[in-house]
């Protein structure tokens, strides 16, 4: 017997990571920005899409979801209230979502056509692990937490953090009673991920949601 | 909870690569895992004997290499190697970071095979 060192130098996620390339080919050939919502179960995940769906569809902007659970359609049918196309996922144990499913997924879904959409959001499955080594083929990672979790959340799960290129914080109406800080909930966020947007928002009262929209707005066009 | 997930893709990609050697055992898989890879080394080896069993890595090793995050200091205009991901700033100045340089590897950096004799000799005579 004799023993030899095989060079591999190979991702392991390279499956998924080329079924994602091709994904993001087709969204930009299909022009529809796509965005991958991540964050801890919770979170308001559901609720922040709801009302960024409702307004988008308001102005008469063209937005559809995917939204991805272990189980249940109860998202689905709660965002289907936004009047956009909307489509479970549903994982079965799996604790994310990746390309592979999202291809699926998007194959099945006969009432959309990607090319008749401005935007496409995937809600993630609340979990802020997993999630962040599949790329899901979008164009802007948004991730989310809310003013009940704790300002140190961004340095327990730096490698989420680090992989987003937007934040938003959920449940701004219910700052107060949290003693929510801003100002450090804030460093932390740009200690892990410098520079990156922020948005302050509150699904239920709606602030911030007007400064989030013309975020979208500005990616769409660039 | 993932790592089973992970496990499973290097068995998928190391069971290609030994295909090309018959006969060959593979006795080491060598990982390059980037400290922000958001992979459990733990989880992982213990996922490991379970994902190798009846495959053609059964038995092997696992060998992993941890890799700090290396960040572009646009100050300095140099790269800084971090201590740790609580921070992302340069060593040297102490200004924020951003661009990442080093740190999401997940990756399989090579295996190491046990052949029979015979099989390395063929490829010698075909020379």
């Known amino acids: 017997m004799t023993t030899r060192i095989v060079e591999l130098r190979r991702g392991i996620l390279k499956k998924n990571d080329e079924l994602a390339a091709g994904l993001r080919q087709r969204f930009q050939a299909a022009g529809v920005l796509v965005l991958n919502l991540v964050s801890s179960p919770g979170t308001g995940k559901t609720a922040f899409l709801e009302r960024t769906l409702t307004a988008l569809r308001e102005k008469g902007v063209r937005a559809a979801a995917l939204v991805g659970d272990l189980e249940t359609d109860n998202d689905a049918r709660r965002l289907a209230s936004a009047g956009v196309p909307v489509r479970q996922i549903n994982t079965h144990g799996e604790c994310h979502l990746d390309a592979e499913t999202i291809g699926k997924h998007l194959d099945e879904w006969r009432e959309v056509d990607l090319s008749a959409l401005d935007l496409l959001f995937i809600e993630n499955v609340g979990n802020l692990v997993c999630p962040s080594s599949y790329d899901l083929g979008e164009s802007i990672r948004v991730v989310l937490l809310s003013v009940t979790e704790g300002e140190d959340k961004p340095l327990k799960y730096p490698g989420m953090f680090n992989s987003a290129d937007a934040a938003v914080i959920t449940k701004i109406d219910l700052a107060e009673p949290c003693e929510f800080k801003h100002e450090l909930a804030i460093k932390n966020i740009h200690e892990i991920r410098p520079g990156i947007r922020i948005f302050e928002t509150s699904a239920k009262t709606g602030v911030g949601i007007d400064a989030w929209l013309d975020y979208l707005a500005e990616q769409k066009r660039s | ?127």
């Not at chain 2, 459990?40 to 080896?45: F, G, H, I, P």
């Not at chain 2, 994902?51 to 572009?72: K, S």
Request: glycine share 4%; charged share 25%; with cysteine.
């Open chain 2, 1 to 127: 909870m993932h790592e089973l997930s992970i496990a499973t893709s290097i068995v998928e990609a190391v069971t290609e690569t030994a295909a090309a050697y018959p006969g060959a055992h593979v006795k080491e898989v060598r990982l390059r895992l980037g400290a922000l890879a958001s992979v459990v080394e733990d989880s992982l080896r213990f996922c490991w004997d379970l994902a190798i069993e009846d495959t053609p890595l059964a038995g092997a090793a696992l060998t992993v290499v941890t890799l700090p995050v290396v960040v572009h200091c646009d100050a300095c205009n140099a790269d800084s190697e971090l201590d740790g991901v609580q921070s992302f700033r340069c060593s040297r100045c102490g200004e924020l970071a951003s661009d990442l340089r080093q740190g999401r590897e997940l990756e399989i950096e090579s295996i190491e095979i046990e052949e029979p004799e015979s099989a390395v000799e063929q490829p010698a005579q075909e020379k």
